[in-house]
């Protein structure tokens, strides 16, 4: 744009020697290249600093890398590169065999689980009545024992009789004390519940629901709305449920991001809010209005992430642009303008106003040179 402006001038020079017959020696061209370099200057100045203006813009997009939740081998690659698609189609199969035979394998032991579960209820209450028979058989021995004691002290009853009393008794009471170890045994072990669920049964149901989740994850499905980038996936091949390794690359169905990188110079000049021109490769020979939506609030090159090493400011690499965030005024549909395109952008400021009608000028005369290009020609 500084070469536009250089050009102009040389122009304009041209013209003034030409029409007034200006004598053309040292001293004239000396002051009309003197005049020109402040002049030049001035309006660089001012117009860089009040009026920014930037190549490094670019329409940003959003992408997902597809990786499978779960690993197996690819049998069915339902998708097509480019094809638009809905949220939920299906992307791919992998084979759900292991899968399917995991849930299988779960229902088997949960339904064993829940059978062990009655057994276990069945075997509590047995071992209920067992105490409870238990205890009325060491009761009856109790009050036989107690009777004899009585007989013995009367003399109705031999010692040895009363010796087969007291034997029965204990006897009958230690039965008493192992039918009531089993019978709470027996109940811990029916009773044992997580949220009123066994807890064989709670742990398989949970490993039955992971199972059945896996197998869900057989079929991959698009996130949201949009299309499949560069699709290489084939049946036969593994997929595997690593983060570094996706298998595909999802483009969202999303409007594009357009933002802008300014020097820090020009810093104090972006202000949300300000009127912005842009100009596109795409679209020689035509600008487009927009406004500044979020000014630069950061600079990616500070950015700070939890490591092992202290902060090397000499790894740094390049003193880092001011993100702006720009809003386009009007449709861009119309246009064939493709995620990723760059583009050059002009901010206006209320500074030096009358400023901003060259830089608007410069920006025009620039759009126009985009249909001047070539590759390799």
Known sequence: MDLLLILTYAAFAYAVFRIFKIPVNGYSLLTAVLGGIALLATLLLGMNYNHPFTSEARFYFNTT???????GIVTEVAVKGNTPLKVGDVLFRIDPKPFENA?????????????????????ADAAQKKLESSLADRDSARDIFERSQKLLASGAIAQVQFENA???????????????????????????????????????????????????????????????????????????????????????DEKPKFAAAFLQNSA?????????????????????KGKIVIS????????????????DPEQIKGEGRILVAIEPAEDLSKYLIVPGSTAQVAVYTHH????????????????????????GH
């Open 296 to 311: 630069g609030s950061y600079i990616p090159q500070g950015q700070l992430q939890p490591s092992g090493n202290l902060v």
């Open 268 to 288: 104090q000049r972006i202000e949300e809010g300000s009127e912005a021109e842009f100009i596109l490769p795409a679209v020689p020979g035509r600008f487009f």
């Open 352 to 375: 030096m106003h009358h400023l901003a009608i060259l830089r608007k000028v410069l920006l025009r005369m620039k759009s126009w040179t985009n249909f001047i290009f070539g590759d």
């Open 65 to 71: 890398p597809i990786v499978p939740a779960v690993s």
């Open 103 to 123: 849930v299988k394998a779960k229902e088997a032991a949960l339904a064993d689980a829940v059978q062990t579960t009655h057994q276990l209820r069945a075997t």
């Open 166 to 252: 007291r034997n029965t008794y204990n006897a009958a009471e230690a039965t008493a004390q192992s039918a009531k170890s089993e019978a709470d045994r027996a109940l811990l072990e029916a009773e044992a519940v997580v949220e009123g669920v066994n807890t064989d049964v709670a742990r398989l149901q949970a490993e039955l629901d992971t199972a059945k989740f896996n197998l869900d994850q057989s079929v991959v499905r698009a996130p949201t709305d949009g299309t499949v980038q560069q699709n290489f996936l084939r049946p036969g091949m593994y997929a595997a449920s690593l983060p570094l390794r996706p298998v595909m690359i999802f483009l969202h």
